[in-house]
């Protein structure tokens, strides 16, 4: 399962320095805004003490953790929503990830350049969400224009269509992210294809420095501390954009291999099993499940197996997070 987070933020925050630590792929990150033209991704793993135990359990001869995947995003500005800054081919970037680590910088040095001359995390907040929310607006406003003559002809769809569109340009009107929104899986699935910016899950990544001082304020939504120089806080957050994207692990463990597979919250068995193959989903038999502490405390496969805690599953059942599983296909 590939699915990435994009970093986001007003020039020199702290993005493209983020970026190198994380992945320790080479990004310009010198002291100027801009820098950044196009977006550079890196595969991150996540940290997982289970894996590390399941292997040496079963004397593994590879170990493969799950990844994440991160977009380097060059800086937005004040206007991006009208081509300020190259705010067009950025915005587009940022259409392309499944969610937002959303930089900002807390700590004060005078040597390091800010684009708006003073540091005001909550300022800098409002600057790159009301980007997001504009962009959005004429998205959904030219969406809704192109749906009037199917809507005054009677068609369903289109009526329904209208109806969630008109629920998100309120809230756009009144500066507010879609996110904001109850909407349901059903509706979210209707409009997936315009690729809302503000529907996007959103982790605030607080810059902070052991070596300057840090204003305090009150973030508006989820968030995590870093300090990208000392690198401190990373596992937090990859932990934290596992998390916001909705993705848990499993396990399959041998000689061989032990690896951790990626899936969505509330998978099925069969489910799962795609992460592995394709096939896993169409000619699922059954599975067996142990939680992998449960497998360790157990001292091995075999006698997990004649205390009973090895669980058979069908095709309804619901994966949790930790499960070792073997499938039978």
Known sequence: MSLS?????????????LFNALTKKSVP???????TIDPSVG???????????????????????????????????????KGEGLGNKFLSNIKEVDAIAHVVRVFQDPSVIHVANKIDPLNDIGVINLELILSDFEIVSKRLGNLLKDVKRGDKESILEESILNKI???????????????????????KSLNLLTLKPMLYVLNTSEANEN?????????????????????????????????????????DETRAWTI???????????????DFKEKFIRADVINWQKLLDAGSYANAKAKGLVATVGKDHFVSDGDVIEFKV
């Open 43 to 81: 595969i991150v793993p996540v940290p997982d003490e289970r894996i590390w135990k399941l292997s040496e359990f079963s004397k593994s001869a590879k170990t493969i953790p799950a990844v994440i995947e991160f977009v380097d995003i060059a800086g937005l500005v004040a206007g991006a929503s």
């Open 264 to 278: 969505k919250v509330g998978s099925t068995a069969p489910e799962a099993g795609m992460a592995i193959h394709t």
């Open 29 to 35: 990150a010198e002291n100027y805004p801009f820098c």
């Open 5 to 17: 987070i994009g970093i986001v933020g007003l020039p020199n925050v702290g993005k493209s320095t």
């Open 215 to 255: 204003i305090d304020f009150e973030c508006p939504g989820m968030a995590v501390k870093i300090d990208s120089v000392f690198e401190k806080g990373f596992d937090d957050l990859i932990k934290a954009s596992y998390k916001l994207l909705g993705l848990e692990t499993y396990f399959t463990t041998g000689e």
């Open 169 to 191: 340009q309120k809230v756009l009107e009144e500066g507010k992210m879609a996110s904001t929104l109850d909407l349901s899986e059903e509706e979210k699935f209707k409009i």
